[in-house]
């Protein structure tokens, strides 16, 4: 069914659009999958003659286009662009500025985006500035200060603290300062938030988490509105060459099907688990954008549709917490203790030792008796009987090495 005639008949919901977006039954055999295109090159009817544009398959490739059209409909952008990983999308979002410019970027971002911002970008020339996003005068202040910020780097919810920053009011603050506004938007997906519908330039997804959904494929993908930047990125996709593999896409395209009966499950389930933890003597504070004293619950409120499916929280005792923390990451056995996040199985980790070791001893470290959990669909009843068990068992160990 052509988009027109579906929008025509009202059956453009957001849900039912995860199930159709970027292709519908093949025209050829009427496959209602995307076929998986390996081809490489394609054939020319004469020189420069090409059928349905494709020429080489690093420039594009009609699974690629599928997914790319299905982000562009989910971010009600008109462009998406796919990459091989989250940090190739970001590596290619910098292509759009120039040595010299600068990049405010939220405080408390995913570690590899500030460890290549860090480690990487200052040796082009481009200056990331790191700045709590969720406080607006400080934003605006570090705006004023560097009128050579070019662009603003927003993640939110943020990770490990899941902070919440004001998009709609960080847009404004850039757009005065003549900077274009990116977005992170992996934690929350479409399905949660969407940043362009709030006046943001370019998101950002690693698609190895929610929208792949299922812990085995990594992927990456930029969306927009605008032609202009449109332009540029698909001239660095094809000059830089970091795109994903016809099957990576088809993967993503299969778990984005899912991803409104995931975000339900895994959200409902880590809204249960963080007022679960609040009870806990042995928790020191929960971090959840659903908690009724989250700082930005307004925000949250306004901006998002659920709270997401990410938590964290500090565990206290007489030695810091830290010990504990660890222990009680190796002890659940339904929650795997790994580094990612946003599958349908849930993950455990310390952020200190594991996602964020990157940016240890840097301004963006996070206390070392922080855990992370990635809440997935299983049962919850499940889950809060392991935590349960794990805070038992992390005791007793404890106990015994003392
Ligand atoms: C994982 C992640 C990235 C990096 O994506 P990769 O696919 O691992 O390269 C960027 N931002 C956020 C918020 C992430 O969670």
Redesign the pocket.
């Known amino acids: 069914m052509q988009e027109n005639e579906r929008a025509a008949r009202r059956m453009d919901r957001f849900e039912t659009r995860t199930v159709h977006a970027g292709f519908d039954a093949d025209g050829l055999t009427g496959a209602v999958v995307p076929p998986i295109q390996m081809s490489t090159t394609f054939k020319q009817d004469g020189v420069g003659q090409l059928r349905e544009g494709l020429d080489y398959g690093r420039t594009d490739n009609p699974t690629r286009r599928a997914l790319e059209g299905a982000i562009a409909d989910l971010e009600n952008g008109s462009h998406g662009i796919a990459y091989a ?4 999308a ?1 590596q290619n979002a910098l292509y759009l500025l120039d040595p010299g410019q600068a990049v405010l970027i939220s405080d408390d ?2 570690g ?2 500030w460890r290549l911002a860090d480690k990487v970008w200052r040796r082009y020339g481009i200056e990331p500035i790191p700045v709590d996003m969720a406080d607006l005068d400080a934003s605006s202040a570090a705006l004023t200060a560097r009128p050579n910020v070019s662009m603003v780097w927003v ?1 939110t919810p943020t ?1 490990p603290l899941l902070k919440v920053v004001d998009i709609s009011a960080v847009v404004r603050l850039a757009a005065a300062a003549g900077a274009l506004t990116v977005v ?1 938007n ?2 929350a997906t479409p399905y949660l938030q969407r940043p362009l519908e709030l006046g943001v330039d370019l998101v ?1 997804h ?4 929610y929208l792949g959904g299922h812990s085995d494929v ?3 993908l930029l969306a927009t509105r605008r032609d202009d930047l449109a332009e540029r990125l698909r001239f660095h996709q094809n000059a830089a060459g970091a795109v994903p593999s016809p099957f990576d896409c088809w993967l993503v395209l299969r778990g984005l099907r899912t991803l409104a009966v995931r975000m339900e499950r895994a959200s409902a389930n880590a809204a249960l688990l963080a007022a679960w933890l609040t009870g806990r003597g042995e928790v020191a504070r929960v971090h959840y954008p659903g908690l009724p004293d989250h700082p930005q619950r307004q925000v949250v409120d306004r901006q998002m549709r659920l709270p997401g499916a990410m938590v964290s929280f500090e565990v206290a005792d007489a030695a810091g917490g830290a010990d504990r923390a660890r222990g009680l990451a190796a002890a659940t056995r339904l929650f795997t203790l790994a580094e ?3 599958a349908v199985e849930s993950l455990i980790e310390v952020p200190a030792g594991m996602t964020h070791q990157s940016v240890e001893e840097t301004p963006l470290a996070v206390s070392p008796a922080l855990v992370r959990l990635s809440v997935g669909i299983e049962s919850a009843d499940d889950l809060v009987d392991d935590l349960d068990a794990a805070f038992a068992a992390s005791t007793s160990v404890k106990q015994a090495q003392d």
């Open positions: 990983s989250g940090m190739a970001t971002v995913y590899g985006t993640e990770n992170d992996t934690f950002l690693s698609a190895t988490k990594v992927g990456g990612s996040l946003g």
